[in-house]
């Protein structure tokens, strides 16, 4: 295999991630020792005076722009590492909500390239350094590192972190993580470090995650028995020990993860008011979760991709559009649960647009026409499934785009470049 020449700090963007796309033999590859000891040498495992490090299966992006906002509602400037992007790489680093320019990722790529030798990296091994790198010369008070894939043995783990969060634990990514909930829950619990606040936003977890934080002696905070909180309309209540926080605005995000942050952000030791923490849950948003692009029809994007957050989307539609018609634009990878995942939309979808994506894990459109109704048809892309759906959609029906980052991600820039 012909290696490309490298490229230098000032070569362009594109041409960095190509070549970062081929420098290893594969693009997932579990294992902290490479990471860990260009990490080490780069001086790159503290990067901020704070870093909370968020996993689990759903939630990680809506958790940590829950936190990003209150916390720079609070005065702290504050740095946010999420993966995959909709559309351009720049959106996997923010700081203080802003996505980073070309050459600055393109310096932080060339000082990785310098300092890790013949130590050989992923795609995403590699980016999580260069983001590192990012936080440190941006030199924010605070990082949010969102977990790639796992939590144990994912790049984000060789971090000094100061506190740990749990979101969310669902069978996904089973071709890596396995199919056993108490396996995924020890190896999100990986996270964990001893001394330190761990956080758990799933009810009722898989044992394997306390029995952990007790190995180690994490001080666990699970939710429904250190903390809790209840919805009352469009207000809710938070609750950790004597401590309450009641009247709170319902953000745009999904309220579980709003209730994880808070407890998150709560044992951070850093100073935030009930004001900061209001105006944040009314300004936090995310792009592609329950993004709306136009009230009439309305157009919604979510990138719901296993039965887990389908069945929680599928929830908030029943809630907030009762009696609307959707026309559901679909498409997924092939290692996801397709048929668990539109069995848990299919509640809500009047009319299916199933599509194909591309890439070495993308499903056909076939393979989801094998879960739907007979006469549904297949579309050769997500843009050319979206189009169908916008001709047929009627001013008081509804739109809805989702089954993958990808998806979305396709849609998204479509949308954007007719310039909506």
Known sequence: MKQNPVPQATSPMAVWLDYLA??????????????????????????????ITVAGTNGKGSTCALMEAILLDAGYSVGVYSSPHLIRYNERVRVNGVDLADDKHCAAFDFIEKQRGEISLSFFEFGTLAALRLFQTEQVD???????????????????????????????????????????????????????????????????????????????????????????????????????????????????????????????????????????LKNARLAGRMQVLQQAPLVLMDVAHNPHSAQYLTRQLQLNYPDKTIRVVVAMLHDKDIRATLAALSPVATHWYPASLTGPRAANASELLGYLPPETVGYETPVAAFEQAMNDVSSEEMVLVVGSFHTVGEVLEYWQQKGN
């Open 142 to 280: 605070v990082v949010l590192l969102e977990v790639g894939l796992g939590g144990r043995l994912d790049a984000t783990n060789v971090v000094d972190h100061d506190v740990c969060v749990i979101t969310s634990l669902a069978l996904d990514h089973v071709d890596w993580l396995g199919d056993d909930i108490a396996v995924i829950g020890y190896e999100k619990a990986g996270i964990f470090r001893s001394g330190k606040p761990a956080i758990c936003g799933q009810p009722t977890p898989p044992a394997t995650v306390a029995a952990h934080a007790d190995d180690i002696g994490a001080e666990l905070y699970q939710v429904g028995i250190q903390f809790d909180y209840q919805q009352h309309g469009e207000r809710w209540n938070w609750q950790h020990g004597a401590f309450a926080l009641d009247d709170l605005p319902v953000p745009g995000l999904p309220l579980p993860n709003a209730a994880t942050a808070l407890m998150a952000l709560g044992v951070s030791n850093l100073e935030i008011s009930d004001v900061n923490i209001v105006n944040g």
């Open 22 to 51: 081929n420098i290893h033999t594969s693009a997932i590859d579990l294992g902290l020792d490479r990471v860990q000891a260009v990490a080490t040498k780069a001086q790159l495992t503290k990067p901020a005076p704070t870093v």
